[in-house]
């Protein structure tokens, strides 16, 4: 340490704390606490070798990372019976509806069906391995498939990516957003959804559901002509104008869609109705996708059978198995018949030159992966009585997207309508989803003739149908409005971007308008003068005090009890927080100010919340000594002084207002200062004692939350009483707060119990006494019992006086730092009161 100390001291580096100074002169007059323990308290300031200390992680530490990295440990070993069921019942169902939809999905991103099938196996065979939800069902979504179709686009429009098959793009994709989203799992950094406010979410999910609804119209319609990648407002323009040109695909489509939500509504009527068969029910409303999948496809083989020049309306056309071995002839449109086998599985190829292409709309597929994601496992979490971890649900995101593309899948997450039907169907554990697989696999490798049928009209109907849930109601929008307007204007702003422009823009502007919002806020806030009023607190008409199970009489009808009870709070000195104006809110003290930090204090908002302390206090107190200036041009330029033709108006007026004393801070809503903030709080600590001169002014900082806040404070020399000028000083008055220690075995917990044990023996005691008057007939002896009782207790009564240890809850070496306001405030009165006592005794001046 001497080293150091000489190396310091080289560098002109001044080691001793600032307030050491002030510290020893305080010794030297403060009044000593005389209700402490033996040993005082004195706390230590945090140190930065302590810091670093807290932040290297332990042996234990470690191991339970390394096992938080595979939670299936938890609960693989309890599984049972009971719960494979569950999961069982879960797995066929979801796997019923996956396997539609991930075909369907798979037009969204621009790829064959079968890739939608490779998607929809990989992600629900590994998530159980390293997922914390039991009711989340990854694989592809309609989101997420339309971003992969905007980068899948892009990239074969570019002239470095024309020749790159669409699947190698999207393995590519998956790749690099899957390792982004890997490596913030496992920094732990789960945190990171936090910046994404609801209202982007639920914009961006309306935006998004509105384009792929409008994207889907002219399959559904059997319209063309058109791209239907354009932004949603021109499709649906496009749409309008070629309705004459309709063909047989919109009978097909609108009966599917017509049939989808007709069988929803009237099972969910008949649930209502039927409550004992709502179980049952419900698996046939899940079921409604595949119902009209196989009913749409049997019309199409029916009419396309033995059809010539072509079918009566757009198929979905072969979806391969494997590597194709030859060609088939009976069906008059080409069919591949392979060997069993995913024909595109291999090692991704992730070029610099593709990565390059989609690295713009890299953070608009990372978003909507998380995000997704996170919020509904949070969703389901909360109703079914778990919780899940954000930071793990991302490396099994990562890690599922990072395997899949060695089987040719594309990017997918969490699918919320499949959740819900999963956590319907009674899953029990996230196992449910190797079922699920091997359903999916199951209709991998069956022969895929029958996909060659499938209608796209009807898978249209199906999109749809899935992404119409997704849509925010006017019931939410409102409620959005009752809570936070500003916020509405946000949505609102978001889904229009994304209608007339790309759901990516409309992602970036609500995130950066919640952004600026949010920074906005915190600029701005400026913080509240509190005063203090006397409250009751009052159970019915009854006035209750510590224990509310002892009023202390009727309100209004007593007076001591009444004081007793009442205490001191304090609220806005302008109601701003709501309460009854007819209450009356004063200042502790003339010249003691109350400042409450309303969003917390730090380099954003140091300027304009101190800029507003000081101009409030400013223009409620006056100098405590006039300004005088030899000459008038010794008087600065921005300071031109009273007009002389209103100084009989403003002296009055000035003279009524009181000088400042102290600064009362409330940091119970900071967490952290910094430099800046600190520097700030100096300069206008410097600008009030000009102002005071030549008294002082006292800061008094109360609700202190971080050890790191008060080593930050004690830095810029806060903490201990202002230095006096004139190199005279009153005794300060130390008032600090005091908890009483000895838990179970403290004073007021021993005379507690003696005080219960005393009442037993009196009963007790008094129960003899009416038997023996009830034998002997008359009531001397238990006056005499009673007589002697009372004898017998009253030096029990003062043998049961145990001696209170009490300890300082803040350190005795920074006595302006408290516990809570009431402790501050009584700190500032007794001081002013104190500092004026000396003046008039060795014959001060007068305030």
């Given at each position: 340490?001497?080293?150091?100390?000489?190396?310091?001291?080289?560098?002109?580096?001044?080691?001793?704390?600032?307030?050491?100074?002030?510290?020893?002169?305080?010794?030297?007059?403060?009044?000593?606490?005389?209700?402490?323990?033996?040993?005082?308290?004195?706390?230590?300031?945090?140190?930065?070798?302590?810091?670093?200390?807290?932040?290297?992680?332990?042996?234990?530490?470690?191991?339970?990372?390394?096992?938080?990295l595979?939670?299936?440990?938890?609960?693989?070993?309890?599984y049972?019976?009971?719960?494979?069921?569950?999961?069982?019942?879960?797995?066929?169902?979801?796997?019923?509806?996956?396997?539609?939809?991930?075909?369907?999905?798979?037009?969204?991103?621009?790829?064959?069906?079968?890739?939608?099938?490779?998607?929809?196996?990989?992600g629900?065979?590994?998530?159980?391995?390293?997922?914390?939800?039991?009711?989340?069902?990854?694989?592809?979504?309609?989101?997420?498939?339309?971003?992969?179709?905007?980068?899948?686009?892009?990239?074969?429009?570019?002239?470095?990516?024309?020749?790159?098959?669409?699947?190698?793009?999207?393995?590519?994709?998956?790749?690099?957003?899957?390792?982004?989203?890997?490596?913030?799992?496992?920094?732990?950094?789960?945190?990171?959804?936090?910046?994404?406010?609801?209202?982007?979410?639920?914009?961006?999910?309306?935006?998004?559901?509105?384009?792929?609804?409008?994207?889907?119209?002219?399959?559904?319609?059997?319209?063309?002509?058109?791209?239907?990648?354009?932004?949603?407002?021109?499709?649906?323009?496009?749409?309008l104008?070629?309705?004459?040109?309709?063909?047989?695909?919109?009978t097909?489509?609108?009966?599917?869609?017509?049939?989808?939500?007709?069988?929803?509504?009237?099972?969910?009527?008949?649930?209502?109705?039927?409550p004992?068969?709502?179980?049952?029910?419900?698996?046939?409303?899940?079921?409604?996708?595949?119902?009209?999948?196989?009913?749409?496809?049997?019309?199409?083989?029916?009419?396309?059978?033995?059809?010539?020049?072509?079918?009566?309306?757009?198929?979905?056309?072969?979806?391969?198995?494997?590597?194709?071995?030859?060609?088939?002839?009976?069906?008059?449109?080409?069919?591949?018949?392979?060997?069993?086998?995913?024909?595109?599985?291999?090692?991704?190829?992730?070029?610099?030159?593709?990565?390059?292409?989609?690295?713009?709309h890299?953070?608009?597929?990372?978003?909507?992966?998380?995000?997704?994601?996170?919020a509904?496992?949070?969703?389901?979490?909360?109703?079914?009585?778990?919780?899940?971890?954000?930071?793990?649900?991302?490396?099994?995101?990562?890690?599922?997207?990072i395997?899949?593309?060695?089987?040719?899948?594309?990017?997918?997450?969490?699918?919320?309508?499949?959740?819900?039907?999963?956590?319907?169907a009674?899953?029990?554990?996230?196992?449910?989803?190797?079922?699920?697989?091997?359903?999916?696999?199951?209709?991998?490798y069956?022969?895929?003739?029958?996909?060659?049928?499938?209608?796209?009209?009807?898978?249209?109907?199906?999109?749809?149908?899935?992404?119409?849930?997704?849509?925010?109601?006017?019931?939410?929008?409102?409620?959005?409005?009752?809570?936070?307007?500003?916020?509405?204007?946000?949505?609102?702003?978001?889904?229009?971007?994304?209608?007339?422009?790309?759901?990516?823009?409309g992602?970036?502007?609500?995130v950066?308008?919640?952004?600026?919002?949010?920074?906005?806020?915190?600029?701005?806030?400026?913080?509240r003068?509190?005063?203090?009023?006397?409250?009751?607190?009052?159970l019915?008409?009854?006035?209750?005090?510590?224990?509310?199970?002892?009023?202390?009489?009727?309100?209004?009808?007593?007076?001591?009890?009444?004081?007793?009870?009442?205490?001191?709070?304090?609220?806005?000195?302008?109601?701003?927080?709501?309460?009854?104006?007819?209450?009356?809110?004063?200042?502790?003290?003339?010249?003691?100010?109350?400042?409450?930090?309303?969003?917390?204090?730090?380099?954003?908002?140091?300027?304009?919340?101190?800029?507003?302390?000081?101009?409030?206090?400013?223009?409620?107190?006056?100098?405590?000594?006039?300004?005088?200036?030899?000459?008038?041009?010794?008087?600065?330029?921005?300071?031109?002084?009273?007009?002389r033709?209103?100084?009989?108006?403003?002296?009055?007026?000035?003279?009524?207002?009181?000088?400042?004393?102290?600064?009362?801070?409330?940091?119970?809503?900071?967490?952290?200062?910094?430099?800046?903030?600190?520097?700030?709080?100096?300069?206008?600590?410097?600008?009030?004692?000009?102002?005071?001169?030549?008294?002082?002014v006292?800061?008094?900082?109360?609700?202190?939350?971080?050890?790191?806040?008060?080593?930050?404070?004690?830095?810029?020399?806060?903490?201990?009483?202002?230095?006096?000028?004139?190199?005279?000083?009153?005794?300060?008055?130390?008032?600090?707060?005091?908890?009483?220690?000895?838990?179970?075995?403290?004073?007021?917990?021993?005379?507690?119990?003696?005080?219960?044990?005393?009442?037993?023996?009196?009963?007790?005691?008094?129960?003899?006494?009416?038997?023996?008057?009830?034998?002997?007939?008359?009531?001397?002896?238990?006056?005499?019992?009673?007589?002697?009782?009372?004898?017998?207790?009253?030096?029990?009564v003062?043998?049961?006086?145990?001696?209170?240890?009490?300890?300082a809850?803040?350190?005795?070496?920074?006595?302006?730092?408290?516990?809570?306001?009431?402790?501050?405030?009584?700190?500032a009165?007794?001081?002013?009161?104190?500092?004026?006592?000396?003046?008039?005794?060795?014959?001060?001046?007068?305030?």
């Amino acid at each position: 340490m001497s080293h150091l100390s000489a190396l310091a001291e080289f560098l002109g580096i001044k080691v001793q704390d600032p307030g050491q100074r002030n510290v020893d002169q305080l010794a030297r007059y403060e009044t000593a606490p005389t209700t402490l323990a033996d040993d005082t308290f004195v706390e230590d300031l945090p140190t930065t070798a302590e810091w670093f200390r807290s932040q290297l992680p332990s042996t234990n530490t470690l191991a339970l990372y390394s096992r938080s990295l595979f939670p299936f440990l938890s609960w693989i070993g309890h599984y049972n019976l009971q719960w494979f069921a569950g999961d069982v019942v879960a797995g066929v169902t979801i796997g019923a509806i996956l396997v539609p939809q991930g075909m369907a999905y798979a037009s969204l991103a621009r790829l064959e069906p079968q890739f939608g099938l490779y998607s929809s196996f990989v992600g629900v065979m590994i998530y159980w391995i390293f997922g914390t939800a039991k009711d989340i069902s990854i694989g592809p979504v309609a989101v997420l498939s339309t971003v992969v179709g905007s980068v899948v686009e892009d990239v074969n429009s570019s002239p470095a990516g024309k020749d790159v098959p669409p699947h190698v793009v999207a393995s590519a994709l998956a790749v690099i957003a899957g390792s982004v989203v890997l490596v913030i799992g496992l920094l732990r950094c789960g945190w990171i959804v936090d910046l994404i406010s609801i209202t982007s979410l639920s914009a961006f999910m309306t935006g998004s559901a509105i384009t792929i609804v409008v994207s889907q119209l002219p399959a559904l319609l059997g319209v063309g002509g058109f791209s239907n990648r354009d932004s949603p407002y021109l499709v649906l323009i496009n749409t309008l104008t070629r309705l004459p040109e309709m063909k047989l695909d919109a009978t097909l489509g609108l009966s599917a869609l017509l049939s989808l939500y007709l069988i929803r509504y009237c099972l969910a009527v008949a649930a209502e109705r039927l409550p004992k068969h709502k179980r049952v029910l419900f698996f046939a409303s899940t079921m409604r996708t595949v119902v009209i999948i196989l009913l749409c496809t049997m019309v199409s083989w029916i009419v396309n059978r033995n059809r010539r020049g072509g079918p009566a309306f757009s198929l979905l056309g072969s979806v391969p198995k494997g590597r194709q071995e030859k060609h088939c002839r009976k069906s008059p449109y080409h069919v591949d018949r392979s060997s069993p086998g995913f024909r595109d599985a291999g090692v991704p190829v992730v070029k610099r030159s593709i990565v390059a292409q989609f690295g713009s709309h890299l953070p608009a597929t990372v978003i909507v992966m998380l995000v997704e994601h996170v919020a509904i496992s949070k969703s389901f979490g909360r109703v079914n009585n778990y919780s899940i971890d954000p930071s793990q649900e991302m490396v099994a995101i990562g890690i599922t997207n990072i395997l899949g593309a060695f089987l040719a899948a594309y990017p997918s997450t969490g699918s919320f309508s499949r959740s819900a039907v999963n956590s319907k169907a009674g899953v029990r554990t996230p196992a449910a989803g190797t079922v699920t697989g091997l359903v999916v696999l199951l209709a991998t490798y069956l022969p895929t003739d029958a996909f060659f049928y499938i209608p796209n009209a009807a898978l249209s109907a199906v999109i749809i149908h899935a992404v119409g849930d997704l849509i925010t109601p006017p019931n939410t929008i409102y409620q959005f409005w009752n809570v936070s307007p500003l916020e509405v204007v946000v949505f609102l702003t978001g889904v229009l971007v994304s209608v007339f422009a790309n759901i990516e823009s409309g992602l970036y502007t609500t995130v950066c308008m919640s952004g600026a919002i949010l920074l906005f806020r915190i600029l701005k806030g400026r913080g509240r003068f509190l005063g203090q009023v006397r409250v009751h607190s009052v159970l019915g008409d009854q006035v209750i005090g510590d224990d509310p199970r002892n009023p202390v009489g009727e309100y209004g009808t007593f007076e001591e009890a009444g004081n007793s009870a009442a205490r001191n709070v304090f609220l806005p000195l302008d109601h701003g927080d709501g309460s009854n104006p007819e209450v009356e809110i004063e200042s502790p003290y003339p010249g003691i100010f109350i400042y409450r930090f309303a969003e917390g204090f730090n380099y954003p908002n140091a300027n304009f919340s101190l800029d507003y302390l000081t101009a409030f206090i400013l223009a409620r107190t006056r100098r405590t000594s006039a300004e005088t200036f030899g000459r008038p041009g010794d008087r600065p330029w921005n300071d031109p002084g009273p007009r002389r033709t209103h100084k009989s108006l403003e002296e009055p007026h000035m003279t009524r207002r009181p000088t400042l004393k102290a600064i009362i801070l409330d940091l119970s809503s900071v967490n952290n200062v910094d430099i800046t903030s600190v520097q700030r709080l100096i300069d206008v600590r410097n600008q009030l004692d000009l102002y005071a001169a030549p008294d002082v002014v006292d800061w008094h900082i109360a609700c202190i939350n971080n050890r790191w806040t008060k080593r930050a404070l004690v830095a810029g020399g806060f903490g201990v009483p202002a230095k006096v000028r004139d190199g005279t000083h009153h005794r300060w008055r130390s008032i600090f707060s005091v908890a009483e220690i000895g838990g179970k075995h403290s004073a007021a917990a021993v005379a507690e119990d003696e005080a219960n044990e005393r009442q037993l023996r009196i009963e007790s005691q008094r129960a003899d006494d009416e038997e023996v008057g009830m034998e002997d007939g008359f009531f001397g002896s238990r006056v005499a019992a009673d007589s002697g009782r009372q004898a017998e207790e009253k030096p029990l009564v003062a043998m049961s006086k145990p001696r209170r240890r009490g300890a300082a809850v803040h350190g005795l070496s920074k006595p302006l730092f408290y516990v809570d306001l009431t402790s501050a405030v009584q700190s500032a009165i007794a001081n002013v009161d104190a500092r004026q006592e000396f003046r008039e005794s060795v014959g001060g001046g007068q305030d």
